[in-house]
């Protein structure tokens, strides 16, 4: 079965990094774009960031360009979402996301806290 696992969030102060990793398994991770969304209690969940198979193109959310960066490693099937230059409206429960046969997939969420 198809299972993502976001770790890597925890406090960091305004102007900080971070890096999430979201292990996959369960399908051909090689083969399908990675997206990393985002979500504050009471709003709706926001893209962030995504990054194609191949990792030839990425794509980000205008509140992170230019901050936030996503990679992928297909051979431990792994994606990340390094964070520079934190700010305290990137507090959120952040989610990787698979788009396999259909279906949408989610981790469980790694909480990041930007705060001095």
């Known amino acids: 079965q198809v299972q993502l696992v976001e770790s890597g969030g925890g406090l960091a102060q305004p102007g900080g990094s971070l890096k999430l990793s979201c292990a996959a398994s369960?399908?051909?991770?090689?083969?399908?774009?990675m997206k990393w969304y985002r979500q504050v209690p009471g709003k709706e969940r926001e893209a962030v960031a995504h990054?194609?198979?191949?990792?030839?193109?990425?794509a980000y959310a205008d509140s992170v360009k230019g901050r936030f960066t996503v990679s992928r490693d297909n051979v431990k099937n792994i994606v990340y979402l390094q964070m520079d230059n934190l700010k305290p409206d990137d507090t959120a429960m952040y989610y990787c996301?698979?788009?396999?046969?259909?279906?949408?997939?989610w981790g469980q969420g790694t909480q990041v806290t930007v705060s001095s």
């Open positions: 996301n698979a788009h396999y046969l259909h279906l949408d997939y």
């Open positions: 369960g399908f051909a991770f090689s083969e399908y774009p």
């Open positions: 990054i194609t198979p191949d990792a030839y193109a990425t």
